[in-house]
């Protein structure tokens, strides 16, 4: 059985489940009946804020099309969720009331009953677990557990726009380190969280075939994130340290096989790039020097995506004394990147990421908001003043009308 957990994060899980597990704990998992499946499985996904991400499932399910095909289609589930400690916290069944329908066999008026019957479900799906929310937080006083990143196994969020400019950035910098690298390693980068999911094995150009290369190195995205916190950072290498070294898996947002490896692939991939910045026109140079001052600048006490480990690692760190240059993807960006509308999209969605640091509490749908808010704002009181302008005119057009008429008369 293929089983998908989804959470209200916009986050997914799915499990293979083959079977034959039984719960322990389950009084009837000595059934027999090969119509029955059963399995039990490690918790590894945050699906409430209610739960920790410990603990294990059990599933009891019976094949709606047993045997070999020829069931009706009844559903009955049932799925329990135990502690860490195998003490059953949840049991949720789900299970046919009525007889099941064909859809390739049912008439217009029955499908019409059916979508008039259920239509509203799922308009309420989110209100409703919010207002249970309410009532096991501030009735029940139950604690709340940080939301933690996903593993590798599961599938990340989807990323926003910003995030996606980033990403794209991101995955043709890394054609060109490893296309100027001297590691004989291979990298499979994967993400899945982008609009479009992928799935790019680069190989450096120092072997000459792929037969010849070494062990390969895998870095997936295990969630968007993580480029929100790439934009922040003036060396990669740094990033990819404090995201390697934490020892929080909460924190986390990505993976790699071999981390040294990576490690030395990015260590040298400033000296690739020389920004030519003397070189660029006086509105692109300004846009660059402010955002190099915004990353200069930029506050460590607030949010900005980075987890709870990571901010309070920052709160004992000395002043960093080096020269925060440009980082590697904005000197790319300046250099290699030929489109001069995907160049301005990048600065801008960086400087966007970096001002909300400073001006949002680091969450730039906070900025958006406030620019949105001053957008109305300038619009009212442009249509406010061009009214005035206007009736203003009016006026001084009826008083030399009615002059002329006087005079006439």
């Known amino acids: 059985m293929i089983l998908e957990v989804n959470n209200t994060f916009d986050e997914r899980r799915l499990y293979f489940l083959k079977g034959g597990h039984d719960d322990p704990k389950d009084e009837h998992a000595a059934d027999p009946s090969p119509s029955k499946f059963k399995d039990t499985w490690v918790k590894d996904f945050h699906v409430s804020p209610f739960n920790s991400r410990k603990g294990s499932y059990a599933l009891n399910a019976y094949d709606p099309f047993s045997p070999n095909l020829s069931g009706t289609g009844k559903i009955d589930n049932t799925i329990t969720l135990r502690s860490s400690k195998s003490h059953p916290k949840l049991v949720a069944r789900v299970f046919s009331t009525e007889a099941s329908s064909d859809p390739a066999t049912i008439g217009y008026w029955a499908s019409l009953r059916f979508i008039a019957t259920w239509w509203w479900v799922g308009f309420v799906t989110f209100p409703r677990i919010v207002r249970e929310a309410g009532k096991l937080f501030f009735r029940r ?10 593993f590798k196994d599961s599938i990340g969020r989807q990323a926003t726009h910003d995030e996606v400019v980033i990403e794209s950035t991101f995955r043709d910098f890394l054609k060109y380190v490893m296309a100027n690298s001297k590691i004989e390693h291979p990298v499979r980068y994967m993400s899945s969280s982008t609009s479009s999911p992928t799935l790019e094995i680069l190989y450096p150009t120092t072997i000459e075939s792929q037969s010849e290369s070494k062990a390969m190195v895998d870095l997936k995205i295990t969630t968007p994130l993580f480029f929100s916190r790439l934009a922040r950072y003036s060396h990669i290498s740094e990033f990819l340290s404090n995201e390697i070294l934490t020892n929080d898996d909460k924190d986390r947002t990505f993976y790699t096989s071999h981390p040294e490896i990576l490690l030395q692939l990015f260590q040298n991939s400033k000296s690739l790039l020389r920004p030519p910045i003397n070189h660029a026109s006086l509105p692109n140079r300004l846009r660059w020097r402010f955002l190099h001052w915004l990353r200069s600048h930029r506050p460590h ?60 509490f680091g969450y730039p749908e906070i900025l958006d908001a406030m620019v949105y808010i001053l957008k109305v ?22 008083i030399v009308a009615a002059v002329g008429y006087e005079d006439g008369e």
């Open 377 to 398: 704002l300038a619009s009212y009181v442009f249509v406010r003043a061009l009214k005035d302008c206007w009736y203003g005119i009016l006026g001084e057009w009826t």
């Open 141 to 150: 006083k139950l604690h709340v557990w940080y939301r933690p990143e996903v």
């Open 301 to 360: 006490n607030v949010q900005s995506g980075e987890g709870q480990q990571q901010q309070q690692q920052q709160q004992h760190m000395k002043i960093d004394i080096r020269h925060l240059s440009f980082s590697e993807l904005d000197a790319f960006a300046m250099v290699h990147e030929k489109s001069q509308p995907r160049k301005t999209q990048y600065i801008r969605t960086v400087t966007k990421i970096l001002m909300s640091d400073i001006m949002a």
